[in-house]
């Protein structure tokens, strides 16, 4: 997982394909590697430091739950 910190209101693309380079972000990767998956896009309600799924097998997209 990747630790972030994310603020308040900021629209944010989590990579949900895994072919990123600026991971655990989009970077339009999937668009060639991966046309059927889209990013999730999420805007928190307040600022903090959260960890981001990185083996893109959460149940609670985009934020890590041990999964892996």
């Known amino acids: ?9 900021k629209e944010y693309a989590w990579c949900a394909c895994g072919h990123s380079k600026r991971q655990p972000f989009c970077d339009g990767a999937h668009r060639k590697r991966a046309p059927g998956i889209s990013p999730l896009r999420f805007t928190p309600d307040e600022d903090k430091t959260v960890w981001l799924c990185g083996c893109k097998r959460t149940h609670c997209p985009p934020y890590c739950d041990g999964t892996h």
């Open 1 to 9: 997982p990747f630790p972030v910190e994310l603020k308040a209101g």
